[in-house]
């Protein structure tokens, strides 16, 4: 560990590494935490109260860290603008706070949701790690030898039943999709951090398998489009909690953040059925 950082908002590691928003974090045993993100690697450990060792140097911190934690907003401070709006998304917010909503990499996360539906979150790691350790370039830390997550470009050639051996299931032909449409850029990732939010959802569902849980999903941890609110099993469940009225509309360009914190709540708060 190189830095020692002073983190000042909420910011929670075991509550993100759950949160299902991301499925490469590792906790290494000695409350380290790795992260991932492109050819980046993040070893972080909080040393005391707001303290916290990282691996990084200050300036790659500041470039690709600050970004990927979206230390860009204050988290206590939208948190400060919910309450008392809806008596359940206190509860949420009171037992998720800490959570963050990490800018993932695009293609990681689009792929990562397409493999996700019908899935639990083990069996979701297990296969993005899978795909990692087949195709992905590999990265020698001080910690361990790992393999990235794999482009769009390192795919093309695997075939269906290389794929499918990842644990892909029924999802198979809709990464081998994925894989064709991006890496012939039709659509450009990298272009569609232009595009409205509505425009961003349209495109991405062109490509086979991604609907609109996906597709919102990529929008919200791939592109940071804070408004997005992925509707699943889980978020449709803490809506008929609500009396069957969605409480989002509530939280404007906050709602993808409060989904998080709803998220949370309902498969890790107490008393309540564990998906993972």
Same mark, same amino acid.
């Given at each position: 560990?190189?830095?020692? %950082? ?13 949160? &299902?928003? +991301? ?5 290494? &045993?000695?409350? @380290?935490?790795?992260?991932? @993100? ?17 691996? +990084? @140097? ?23 603008? $919910?309450?008392? /709006? ?12 800490? %959570? *963050? ?55 093309? =050639?695997?075939?269906?039943?290389? %794929? $499918?051996? +990842? ?5 198979? #032909?809709?990464?081998?999709? $994925? ?7 039709? #659509?450009?990732?990298?272009? %569609? ?6 425009? =961003? /959802?349209? $495109?991405?569902?062109?490509? *086979? ?10 929008? /919200?941890?791939?592109? &940071?489009?804070?408004?997005?609110? #992925? ?10 909690? +609500? ?34």
């Amino acid at each position: 560990m190189a830095e020692l %950082l002073e983190i000042k908002d909420d910011f929670d590691l075991e509550k993100i590494a759950r949160s &299902g928003q +991301c499925f490469r974090v590792r906790n290494l &045993g000695d409350e @380290t935490w790795r992260f991932v @993100t492109r050819e980046h690697v993040l070893y972080i450990k909080e040393t005391e109260n707001r303290r916290f060792s990282v691996s +990084c @140097t200050s300036e790659e911190w500041n470039r690709v860290w600050s970004r990927y934690f979206d230390f860009g907003r204050s988290y206590a401070e939208i948190v400060k603008r $919910a309450a008392g /709006l809806h008596p359940f998304i206190d509860e949420a917010m009171d037992f998720s706070r800490g %959570l *963050r909503v990490l800018r993932q990499d695009p293609w990681e996360t689009l792929v990562s949701f397409i493999i996700s539906q019908r899935k639990t979150i083990p069996a979701i790691m297990k296969s993005v790690e899978a795909m990692a350790g087949r195709y992905g370039t590999p990265v020698e830390t001080e910690y361990e030898t790992l393999r990235l997550f794999p482009s769009s470009e390192a795919l093309v =050639l695997a075939s269906a039943e290389d %794929l $499918a051996a +990842c644990g892909l299931g029924y999802r198979t #032909p809709y990464v081998m999709d $994925a894989v064709q449409k991006v890496a012939s850029g039709k #659509p450009d990732l990298n272009e %569609l951090e232009k595009n409205s939010d509505d425009e =961003l /959802l349209s $495109a991405l569902m062109t490509i *086979r398998g991604v609907g609109i849980k996906v597709a919102r999903c990529t929008a /919200l941890f791939g592109y &940071g489009r804070m408004a997005s609110v #992925p509707i699943d099993v889980w978020i449709s469940r803490a809506i008929e909690e +609500c009396g069957g009225e969605s409480p989002f509309g509530l939280f404007g360009e906050d709602a993808g953040i409060i989904q998080q914190y709803v998220f949370n709540y309902m498969i890790h708060g107490k008393d309540r059925n564990k998906a993972d």
